[in-house]
């Protein structure tokens, strides 16, 4: 049964959060490719040279500063053609520190691939699953769009547009796919998404938030925390506290108070844990800020009436919006 199916959509076994440094392998070690100048630039004593050679020189140079701001312009091109153009991803580059993803709600077949098997003993368990999070590709669209009217600046997003039947970027690609076109949709998805996190990284060092929306069918009524029990959210709540994570201005403790059923309940991390199966998927253990290079990052796994009706999706994104902007300021402004 699909919605079933879903309910078991993060099901993955879940290893120590403290042990993840080797799985991350795959998704890490991606480097700025942007060229940046020497910092010595403009502090060299002057030139000995004779007038002649030093204008020569300093044209030389000029035209030198030129070809590598070219170079530069075109590498940073290529990179977001390699990533952007890919007609599997839904991207957004944002002005915000805030990156959307949104791995499950694709519904493209990739043409050539078949519907993905599975390991022969994961088939019956549910361990292995292609069930689609039903309209949160909608749903992270209508959020990143309903925050750009709120605030007046866009956030990051990253949503997979091909179905999870073909490619499952929630998983590490030796899980994730069956198929070299597959593979590559999985790269992209994830080189797009290091680059933000590197960006983030960069523009923002008071912090940054990756919020990675999916949709469960196990309790339609209930918005589920995966944090790997607050180990993804470790540098925030480090700084701030745990009420950055279960505090009025935190997501989940602003959902709260507007009346939203959160599990758990926003009690300290761990009192009682996530539900099992639903504690924070690949994405949030690759790019939580427990790891070197990553920021704080919360998996939402909405349950069917927050996102199946059209309606009650804009609210929910209106709210989740709402819940953003409040973080921001508290959290992400200094
Ligand atoms: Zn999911």
Redesign the pocket.
Known sequence: MKRRA?AS??RASSPSPFAQHGERAGVRGCVLRRWQPHPSSGLRPPSPLAPRREKARRAASAWSVIALAFAALLAASASAQTHATNEFLHVQRGELPILITA???GSLAIPGVPRRVGPEGERTSGKF?TGQ?VR?FELATATAKRVEEITGKKPYLVASKAH?QYVDP?RPEKEAVEHPKAAAVHAAFHGQVREFVDELRKKFPQGALLL?????ASFPDTLIRGTQNGTTVMRVVEKHGVAALTGEASILGFMAGKGVKVEPPNTPPGTPPEPRGFSG?WIVRSYGSHTTNGVDAI?L?FGGSFRTDAAKREETAKLLAEAIKAYAKKYLAK
Do not use: L
């Not at 990675?212 to 469960?216: L, P, W």
């Open positions: 879903a959509c993060h791995p499950h709600g699953v999070d949160t999870r929630n990675d929306i999916h949709g469960q998927g998996q796994e």
